[in-house]
């Protein structure tokens, strides 16, 4: 699918991957991008940024089904139709089966929820014109782990399994679906890492060179985008060989101190 006059939505737009998309994605000349995030000031200097294509910005709690309903419906109701909803929005928690109910909740509502409760705002309108797309950003943690983050590696091993479902599911009706599965990324999330050599064995890539990953992706309609090319080997050794994948990821976080929590 290209991107030229379509109507996009964004999540976590305000730093990171979620600006580097929608940078990439304003070059394409969509008709109307919609950025959205929990804090305001980002997207303000991110939307001044974008001359020459149409966008507005506005805070969302993305663990809201209705918040999220309210700005899909915005978007129907002055364009007509959702082209792509980029569920992007992400949080990371260091802790292991010892995490909090909190944690483990904002994980669930914020990695999983968000996907969930943008499919149910937009496939109506969607399924109806028989025309649609998701880009689900999950992380490599979905496909494989997450050494430091029992949460992390939870949630988004649900999202991929709700993308897979949801491509599934809707492919036939004209609903394509992209899970962006990048391993390690030079974000803020990084700060939230114990250990950053758990994500960068295979090097540091950047928000912007996993934009034009998914923008790939989008285009040829693939369901996976790796913007770490290293990751499908590793995702074919886990399927081939379930326990030697499992004791080479022991022998991982040994060489990294041995933490299993965090």
């Given at each position: 699918?290209?991107?030229?006059?379509?109507?996009?939505?964004?999540?976590?737009?305000?730093?990171?991957?979620?600006?580097?998309?929608?940078?990439?994605?304003?070059?394409?000349?969509?008709?109307?991008?919609?950025?959205?995030?929990?804090?305001?000031?980002?997207?303000?200097?991110?939307a001044a940024e974008l001359t020459g294509v149409a966008v507005a910005h506005?805070?969302?709690?993305?663990?809201?089904?209705?918040?999220?309903?309210?700005?899909v419906d915005r978007v129907v109701g002055a364009y007509g139709r959702i082209d792509l909803f980029c569920a992007?929005?992400?949080?990371?928690?260091?802790?292991?089966?010892?995490?909090?109910?909190?944690?483990?909740?904002?994980?669930?509502?914020?990695?999983l929820m968000a996907h969930v409760h943008a499919a149910a705002a937009c496939l109506p309108s969607m399924l109806a014109r028989g025309r649609g797309y998701?880009?689900?950003?999950?992380?490599a943690a979905g496909l494989l782990s997450q050494i430091g983050s029992a949460p992390y590696t939870v949630s988004k091993h649900a999202?991929?399994?709700?993308?897979?479902?949801?491509?599934?599911?809707?492919?036939?009706?004209g609903v394509g679906v992209t899970a962006l599965c990048p391993q390690g990324v030079n974000t803020p999330m990084l700060d939230s890492l114990d250990?950053?050599?758990?994500?960068?064995?295979?090097?540091?890539?950047?928000?912007e060179a996993v934009a034009e990953?998914?923008?790939?992706?989008?285009?040829e309609e693939h369901f996976l985008a790796l913007p770490h090319p290293?990751?499908?080997?590793?995702?074919?050794?886990k399927a081939s060989d379930h326990d030697r994948w499992i004791r080479g990821m022991q022998k991982f976080q040994a060489s990294l101190g041995g933490s299993n929590s965090g």
């Open positions: 699918m290209e991107l030229d006059n379509k109507t996009i939505i964004i999540t976590g737009a305000g730093g990171g991957i979620g600006a580097a998309l929608a940078r990439r994605f304003a070059r394409c000349q969509p008709e109307f991008m919609l950025l959205l995030d929990l804090h305001p000031g980002p997207l303000e200097v991110l506005d805070t969302c709690d993305v663990s809201s089904a209705e918040a999220i309903r309210r700005q992007n929005a992400g949080v990371f928690v260091s802790a292991g089966a010892d995490a909090s109910a909190k944690d483990w909740q904002l994980s669930l509502e914020v990695n998701f880009l689900h950003t999950v992380s999202a991929l399994a709700f993308a897979e479902w949801l491509a599934i599911s809707h492919g036939g009706q250990n950053v050599a758990s994500v960068a064995s295979d090097g540091l890539v950047t928000p990953c998914a923008l790939e992706a989008i285009r290293g990751v499908a080997h590793y995702f074919q050794r």
